[in-house]
């Protein structure tokens, strides 16, 4: 199956951004979702997930009280809400699916997804 990143952009430090990646060719609810993002020389951090029922959500350190994900398993859906925006945010932002551990929980391991969709760019000037 397919993930499909968007909602990428250029904004203002401060600015807010709502990333989506939509799931096509399966049933999301089967799957946790996480959210991964990788600026240039540095590696791929995870930085959010959600479990597949939903009710678990983690976040990394340098996102927290800042980022929210959700998710729509009708709109087969996730949706990463980005406030207070900083220009250490920028990086290409990447969504990934896997299965396989309990359904209200996740991982931010990259190597515990399967499942990768393309890149979508942030970039925050200051």
């Known amino acids: 199956f397919q993930l499909q990143a968007s909602g990428g952009g250029l904004v203002q430090a401060g600015g807010s951004l709502r990333l989506s990646c939509a799931v096509s060719?399966?049933?999301?609810?089967?799957?946790?979702i996480a959210w991964f993002r990788q600026a240039p020389g540095k590696e791929r951090e995870g930085i959010s997930c959600?479990?597949?029922?939903?009710?678990?959500?983690y976040y990394a350190d340098s996102v927290k009280g800042r980022f929210a994900i959700s998710r729509s398993n009708a709109k087969n859906t996730v949706y990463l809400q980005m406030n207070g925006l900083k220009p250490e945010d920028t990086a290409l932002y990447y969504c990934?699916?896997?299965?396989?551990?309990?359904?209200?929980?996740?991982?931010?391991?990259?190597?515990?997804?399967?499942?990768w969709g393309q890149g979508t760019q942030v970039t925050v000037s200051s």
């Open positions: 990934a699916a896997g299965t396989g551990w309990s359904v209200h929980s996740c991982p931010l391991s990259a190597t515990d997804y399967s499942y």
């Open positions: 060719g399966t049933t999301l609810a089967y799957y946790a």
């Open positions: 959600i479990s597949s029922r939903g009710d678990g959500t």
